[in-house]
């Protein structure tokens, strides 16, 4: 199995930055296409970012598209999302997955625990 632990979540305000960080172990990190998801409160994990095993290719959802840069370290066994222009909307628990390269989080099989980002206006 693989383990993930998501990192770097915090309280901020509107238009501030914030980089999340997953890492993991478990199995050969540099195989696995790497995506970030959010849930908010009473609504369904939705997309956020793909990146795949090299790292050279990259996909977002269209809310987020300018703003947030997904970025991997292999080396490092590390996945980051920068967090740029934050809005209220943006707050949610921030998820890391492992293992495929989908917008869907039911084709994904290794989550981390999450970790909570919140934004005031």
């Known amino acids: 199995q693989v383990q993930l632990v998501e990192s770097g979540g915090g309280l901020v305000q509107a238009g501030d930055s914030l980089t999340l960080s997953c890492a993991a172990s478990g199995r050969t990190f540099s195989t696995y296409p790497m995506a970030w998801f959010r849930q908010a409160p009473g609504k369904a994990r939705e997309f956020v970012a793909t990146?795949?095993?090299?790292?050279?290719?990259?996909d977002y959802t269209q809310s987020v598209k300018g703003r947030f840069t997904i970025s991997r370290d292999n080396a490092k066994n590390t996945v980051s999302l920068q967090m740029n222009s934050l809005k209220p909307e943006d707050t949610a628990v921030y998820y890391c997955g492992a293992g495929v390269n989908s917008r869907y989080p039911t084709a994904y099989n290794y989550w981390g625990q999450g970790t909570q980002v919140t934004v005031s206006s």
């Open positions: 990146i795949s095993s090299s790292g050279g290719t990259k």
